[in-house]
């Protein structure tokens, strides 16, 4: 099984920036879509940006130009910059990473990191 454990939430003020980063932890691990969701309290989690192996990716309409997504190349893992950020992005936001591990499909997510945008 391919743990991710995230990093980097925090209380930020409006017009901050944060990076979040999550690694994932395990064996003959190969990523391919990579990918951040968030939840904003009291909504739906909600995908905030993806990263596929052709290295295409895809955002939130309300975060491009802003955040961007990336792998870790010195480790299994993947970031998500934040820059500009607003009070309307705070949530708690969760990586999720499929691949394979010895040759079997796997999907995991991480356990959650709150980010706090103060007006």
């Known amino acids: 099984q391919v743990k991710l454990v995230e990093s980097g939430g925090g209380l930020v003020p409006a017009g901050g920036s944060l990076t979040l980063s999550c690694d994932a932890h395990?064996?003959?691990?190969?990523?391919?879509?990579l990918a951040w969701y968030r939840q904003p309290p009291r909504k739906q989690r909600e995908l905030v940006a993806q990263l596929f192996v052709s290295d295409v990716t895809h955002y939130l309409d309300s975060v491009k130009g802003l955040f961007a997504i990336s792998r870790n190349n010195w480790k299994n893992g993947v970031y998500l910059t934040m820059n500009n950020l607003k009070p309307e992005d705070t949530a708690v936001y969760y990586c999720?990473?499929?691949?394979?591990?010895?040759?079997?499909?796997?999907?995991?997510w991480g356990q959650g990191t709150q980010v706090t945008v103060s007006s």
């Open positions: 395990g064996d003959m691990v190969t990523m391919e879509t």
């Open positions: 999720n990473i499929n691949g394979t591990q010895w040759g079997r499909s796997f999907n995991s």
